[in-house]
C-alpha cells in the first residue's frame, strides 16, 4: 500500500503543540484534486464552482481561489467568507453563486450589498428578492424529479426533496419572476452521487436532457450547472470515479444547449467532497480500551475510547457513513473493536453501519496513548463541527510544502460564552 501522506509527518510532534483530537490538511492533495477537476473538461465553456458548505475553512478556499474555481455558496455569510478569501463579488461573471431554499439571516442583504447572483429553489424568494428592490438576474434550483445522496437520507432531487422549483413549474415561475423585473440566466439541479457509480452517469444523462428540453422556455439562460455529486471511495479498494467521461458529458452537453439556443452556454459542476474529503485527516488520541461482556442482549465488544467525538465528525452518527481509520506505529496484530468518542450519546461511535448498528473494525489492538487517523475527514467534518456537550472546536492544521501551520485555534470556553448575554428585548 502506497504511503500515505500524513504518515510522513510527526502527528505526536504537532500533537504536542495543539492538542487532540485536530483537523490536519495537506495543501498538495487539495491543489492535486483541484487539478483534475480543472482538466475534466479544459474549454472555457465548462467552469466548476467549489460547494464551500463541504469546508469553508480560509486556507482551503484561498487555494481553491489560486485554482481558479468559482464558488457556490449557501448563507450570506459563506459568501462573506468567500470574498474574504479573494473572490470577487457581483453577477458578471458570478463568480460567487448564492443557492438557498430560504434567505435567513443576512443572505438577502448580502445578494443586494454584494450583487450576488441568487440562485432561488423556493418560488416565494421571487418576491422577497422583489420586495426588497432587487432588479436582475436570477438562476433557478430545480427538482428534476429524481436523484438521491450517498445514502437515502440524503435526498437530494424526486418527491420527498425540498430542494428546488419543481420542473414542471418552472416555466410557470418564470413568467412570475420576468413581472417582478427579474431574469432567469442560470438553470441550476443537484440529484446527488447515489450508491454506484452508474447510477451517477444516467443521472447525468438524465439531467443534461431535462436543461435541453427547458431551455425554450428560458431563452435568457446564460449557463445550466449540474451541480456536484462527483462519487468518492471512502472505503479502501474502491475505485476512484474516472473524471473523462464525465468530462465528455459535459462537453456534449454545452454543445447541444448551445446549438439549441444558437448562443453560447455555460456548463457548471459543484463538486465539494471530490475535492476536498481526502485532503485532510481527523486525529484523535486514544484515551482506554474497555470490554463489554456478552449477555442476553447480544455478544459483547472491545471498544476503543478516543478524544474525538461527533462533534467534531458528525457524519458516521449521522448518515452511518463510513471513515477508514489506522494506528500510526502501532505494531499489534489485528482485533475487532469499536471506536468511540466522549460524548454523552449513546450514538457517539465512529463504528456504525447504515443501520446505526455496531460495526467494529480490524486495527492493531490499541493501546491508551496511541494515536488513531480517522482517514478522508475534509467533508463535512469541520464543516458539520459543533459544540455539543460545550466542547470546543477541534484546531485545524495546515501543512504546505513540508511545514505546518495551525490555520485555527482551538476553541476556548471563552469563545463558547462569547455570545450570551441577558438584555431587555
Known amino acids: ?21 485536530f483537523f490536519l490538511y495537506h495543501a498538495e492533495t487539495l491543489r492535486e484534486r483541484a487539478r483534475r ?44 467568507r468567500a470574498k474574504a478569501a479573494g473572490f470577487p463579488a457581483g453577477a458578471e461573471p458570478p463568480v460567487i453563486l448564492l443557492t438557498s431554499d430560504v434567505f435567513r439571516d443576512n443572505s438577502l442583504d448580502v445578494v443586494l450589498r454584494e450583487r450576488i447572483l441568487p440562485n432561488v429553489g423556493s418560488p416565494g424568494m421571487l418576491s422577497e428578492l422583489a420586495r426588497s428592490g432587487y432588479r436582475g438576474p436570477v438562476g433557478f434550483r430545480v427538482n428534476p424529479g429524481f436523484g438521491h445522496g450517498h445514502v437515502e437520507a440524503c435526498d437530494t432531487g424526486g418527491p420527498s426533496s425540498k430542494h428546488g422549483i419543481w420542473y414542471e413549474d418552472a416555466p410557470r415561475w418564470r413568467h412570475e419572476a420576468e413581472r417582478l423585473g427579474l431574469r432567469v440566466t442560470l438553470l441550476h439541479a443537484h440529484v446527488g452521487t447515489g450508491p454506484e457509480f452508474e447510477e451517477f452517469y444516467r443521472n447525468m444523462h438524465r ?40 468530462g465528455e458529458l459535459l462537453a456534449r ?40 461482556r456478552e449477555n442476553e442482549k447480544g455478544p459483547g465488544h472491545l471498544f476503543t475510547m478516543v478524544d474525538a467525538g461527533f462533534c467534531d465528525l458528525v457524519r458516521p452518527a449521522m448518515y452511518g457513513s463510513y471513515h477508514h481509520m489506522t494506528i500510526p506505529g502501532n505494531p499489534n ?34 493501546r491508551p496513548g496511541d494515536l488513531l487517523v480517522l482517514h478522508d475527514a475534509g467533508a463535512y467534518g469541520e464543516a458539520m463541527s459543533s ?13 504546505e510544502n513540508g511545514a505546518s501551520y495551525l490555520a485555527g ?17
Open 387 to 399: 459544540n455539543y456537550n460545550s466542547i470546543g472546536r477541534a484546531a485545524r492544521v495546515w501543512v
Open 1 to 21: 500500500m502506497p504511503v500515505r501522506w500524513f504518515e510522513t509527518l510527526d502527528l505526536e510532534g504537532i500533537a504536542a503543540k495543539v492538542g487532540t483530537p
Open 333 to 366: 496484530p489485528p482485533e475487532r473493536t469499536a471506536v468511540a468518542g466522549p460524548l454523552c450519546e449513546s450514538g457517539d461511535v465512529f463504528t456504525r453501519d447504515l443501520h446505526e448498528l455496531l460495526e467494529p473494525r480490524e486495527l492493531p489492538r490499541p
Open 409 to 425: 485555534r482551538r476553541e476556548s470556553f471563552e469563545d463558547l460564552v462569547r455570545t450570551e448575554c441577558f438584555e431587555r428585548l
Open 253 to 292: 452537453a454545452r454543445a447541444r444547449c448551445s446549438e439549441r439556443t444558437k448562443r453560447d452556454i455555460r456548463v457548471e459542476i459543484e463538486p465539494g467532497r471530490y475535492l476536498v474529503a481526502p485532503a485532510a485527516v481527523l486525529v484523535a488520541r486514544v484515551r482506554d480500551v474497555k470490554e463489554t
Open 37 to 80: 477537476i480543472r482538466n475534466i473538461a479544459p474549454e472555457p465553456g465548462v467552469r466548476a464552482r467549489y460547494a464551500m458548505k463541504a469546508c469553508s475553512l480560509h486556507v482551503v478556499l484561498r487555494a481553491l481561489r489560486e485554482a481558479d474555481l468559482w464558488i457556490d455558496a449557501v448563507s450570506g455569510n459563506e459568501v462573506l
Open 207 to 246: 439531467l443534461a436532457d431535462l436543461f435541453e428540453s427547458m431551455l425554450d422556455e428560458f431563452p435568457d439562460v446564460e449557463a445550466v450547472n449540474f451541480g456536484g455529486g462527483i462519487p468518492y471511495p471512502y472505503r479502501p479498494g474502491v475505485p476512484e470515479f474516472d473524471l473523462a467521461p464525465f
